[in-house]
C-alpha cells in the first residue's frame, strides 16, 4: 500500500476494474479497495453529532457514486474524483441533514439508487417512468421503488429552499411583485394567506400547479429544476399547509 | 398487468396515520396500472387532501376507500362515517384541499356514501406510457 488510504492493487488492475463496469463484481471489488477512503473521511467528519457509522454509510455512498461516475478519459485520478465525491456526499448529509421520518438505511440506498435512475430515465423519455420501468433498470422489485419513491417525497431539501427572508410579505404580494403577467384568480387570493409562511419557491410552484393547471415537467422547466424536484416540493408544501391548519 | 382486481376496497380508522395506509394502497393500484410515477404522486397527493378534507368536516370512525378502474382511468371513491350536514359546505368548496384534489385530478365530486357519509370522487385519466 503506497499510503493510508490508497489502493493495494496496482493502477493497471485498478484501470482494468474500471473498464469491467458496470459489471456488479468489478464494482464490489473497486469499493472494497476504494472503501479505507471513504473511512478515512467519515472519521474527519465524526465528532459533529452525527454517528460515525452513519457517515461511514454515507461516505460508502460517496464511493459508489463515485465508482459509477468516474470517467477515466478525463484524466483526473480516481482517487481525487473519489474524494470530492466522497466528501460532497458527507457535506449533503450534513446539510440535509433528517429525513422528516426515519427511514431505515437500505431504503435510503435503494432511494438513492431509485433517485438516479428516475432522472436519468425522466430525461431520457421525456415523461415520467412507471414502476415496472424503473424497477426493471435498477433491477430491483417494484415494491422496492414504491417504498423509496416514498421515502424521497420525505426526504427534506429545506435547505435548498430557504424562505425569501422578508416574513410579512404575503403570498399575493409575492406572486404578484414577480415579473410574471400573473392573472391572480379569486381562488388564488382566498388561499394566498394560509401560504404566506411557505418559502416562496414552494408558493410559485403551488400557483403554476394549482391555477395555472402546468404539470410537474412544465414547471420544472420553467424553474430549471428536476422533475423530482417539482415532485417533492408540491408533497412537501402540501404537507406543511396540513399541518400548519391542523386539518 | 392483468392480475389486478377491477375493484378494491380498504376501510382503516379515522386517524390521520391511517391515510398513509390508504396512500400506499392507492400507489400500489396505480403501479400496477403503469402510471408513471409522476401521475403516481399526484393521486397519492389527492388521496390525502381529500382525507384530511373528510375528516376536518366530520368527526368520524371510519375511512373507506374504493378504487375502481377501467382502461382510461382510476376512479376513487373516499368515505367517513361521520355525520357531515350540510355536506359538501360552503367551507369545504372553498378549502385547500378541495382545490388541491382538483387540481391533481381530472374529475372530483362530492356525494354521500349510500345517501350517509360524505364523501369525495375523483377520477384520475392515466396517460398511457406507450401513447
Known amino acids: ?247 | 398487468m392483468t392480475d389486478l382486481p377491477t375493484v378494491v376496497f380498504v376501510e382503516v380508522p379515522a386517524s390521520p396515520g391511517s391515510v398513509q395506509v390508504l396512500r400506499n394502497v392507492l400507489a400500489g393500484v396505480a403501479a400496477r396500472l403503469d402510471m408513471p410515477i409522476d401521475q403516481i404522486e399526484e393521486v397519492r397527493l389527492a388521496v390525502t387532501e381529500a382525507a384530511s378534507l373528510l375528516l376536518d368536516e366530520a368527526e368520524a370512525t371510519m375511512l373507506r376507500m374504493t378504487i375502481g378502474r377501467d382502461a382510461e382511468a382510476l376512479n376513487v371513491t373516499l368515505s367517513s362515517d361521520g355525520e357531515a350536514d350540510p355536506w359538501p359546505s360552503e367551507r369545504a368548496l372553498a378549502s385547500w384541499p378541495w382545490l388541491v384534489v382538483k387540481g391533481l385530478t381530472d374529475e372530483i365530486r362530492a356525494d354521500r356514501a349510500d345517501g350517509e357519509g360524505p364523501s369525495i370522487r375523483f377520477t384520475k385519466h392515466h396517460e398511457r406510457v406507450d401513447r
Request: aromatic share 6%.
Open chain 1, 1 to 247: 500500500m503506497s499510503s493510508r488510504t490508497g489502493p493495494s492493487r496496482p493502477e493497471e488492475e485498478i484501470a482494468e476494474l474500471f473498464g469491467r463496469l458496470p459489471d456488479p463484481s468489478a464494482r464490489e471489488h473497486l469499493a472494497k479497495e476504494f472503501l479505507p477512503l471513504a473511512e478515512y473521511f467519515a472519521r474527519r467528519f465524526a465528532g459533529r453529532g452525527e454517528p460515525v457509522d452513519d457517515l461511514t454509510q454515507t461516505a460508502s455512498l460517496g464511493l459508489l457514486n463515485a465508482i459509477d461516475r468516474f470517467d477515466a478519459e478525463r484524466g483526473v485520478p480516481f482517487s481525487t474524483y473519489a474524494a470530492a465525491t466522497i466528501v460532497g456526499e458527507l457535506k449533503r448529509h450534513f446539510r440535509d441533514r433528517g429525513w422528516a421520518l426515519r427511514v431505515p438505511r437500505n431504503v435510503q440506498e435503494t432511494a438513492i439508487l431509485v433517485n438516479r435512475t428516475v432522472s436519468s430515465m425522466w430525461q431520457d423519455l421525456g415523461r415520467a417512468p412507471t414502476v415496472a420501468e424503473i424497477a426493471s433498470a435498477a433491477d430491483i422489485g417494484e415494491d422496492d421503488v414504491l417504498q423509496a419513491l416514498d421515502a424521497l417525497q420525505a426526504y427534506t431539501t429545506d435547505s435548498l429552499d430557504a424562505p425569501t427572508g422578508d416574513a410579512t410579505t404575503t403570498a399575493a404580494e409575492t406572486i404578484g411583485s414577480e415579473d410574471r403577467s400573473f392573472e391572480v384568480s379569486e381562488e388564488w387570493l382566498s388561499v394566498a394567506p394560509a401560504l404566506r409562511d411557505l418559502p416562496e419557491r414552494e408558493r410559485t410552484i403551488l400557483y403554476l400547479r394549482f391555477f395555472e393547471g402546468k404539470t410537474q415537467t412544465e414547471i420544472a422547466d420553467e424553474l430549471g429544476i428536476s422533475q423530482m424536484h417539482v415532485s417533492r416540493l408540491v408533497s412537501q408544501s402540501l404537507e406543511k399547509l396540513r399541518k400548519g391548519t391542523g386539518a
